[in-house]
């Protein structure tokens, strides 16, 4: 049963949004993905945010580019949490996204990460430190992750 959804706000930001699936992979959380967009199918966006936690889901990635209304929108629909990926934009290069995901009024959180790819890398590993607060297992391979990630470091330039 997945546990992490991953919405997005066109097919276009797969490319961007992959980096999450790909880092859940890695990690072995169960995870769905779906082109959820709050502007062209706002109906789909509603019916997906009020079944989030019904259907088993503990956390949403959410990722948009431009006027990206997609996390905030969704966070508005559930108390999961909900992680923001400005993908980035054409014209704009996602600071149009990053500003209208991370410029939530108080009262409607939304995690909001880097643009682009380490974002989304980061909001899959953010997911999975939240599910690892009830799952030792994977606090496990989290802190495995960081082992690999530091010994990688070469201490000199070639
Ligand atoms: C947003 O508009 C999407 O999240 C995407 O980043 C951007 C462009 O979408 P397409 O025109 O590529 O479908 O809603």
Redesign the pocket.
């Known amino acids: 049963m997945a546990l992490v959804g991953i919405i ?6 797969w490319e961007t949004m992959r980096h999450a699936a790909e880092t859940l992979d890695m990690l072995g959380v169960a995870y769905e993905k779906k082109v959820v ?4 199918t706002p109906q789909r966006l509603y019916d997906y945010a009020h079944s989030a936690k019904g259907r088993g889901l503990k956390v949403i990635i959410a ?4 006027a ?1 209304h ?1 996390p905030g929108m969704a966070a508005s629909m559930t108390t999961l949490p909900v992680l923001g990926v400005p ?1 980035e ?1 054409k014209a704009l290069k996602g600071m149009d ?1 990053l500003l209208s995901i991370v410029q939530m009024p108080a009262g409607v959180p939304v995690g909001t990460l880097a643009i682009g790819q380490a974002g989304a890398v980061n909001a899959a590993l953010l997911a999975a430190s939240i599910l690892a607060t009830a799952d030792p297992e994977l606090g496990r391979k989290l802190d495995e992750h960081r082992e690999r990630q530091t010994s990688s470091v070469a201490e000199h330039p070639e």
């Open positions: 997005m706000g066109s097919t276009s930001d967009s709050a502007h062209r990722g948009a580019g431009g990206a997609l993908v934009s996204s």
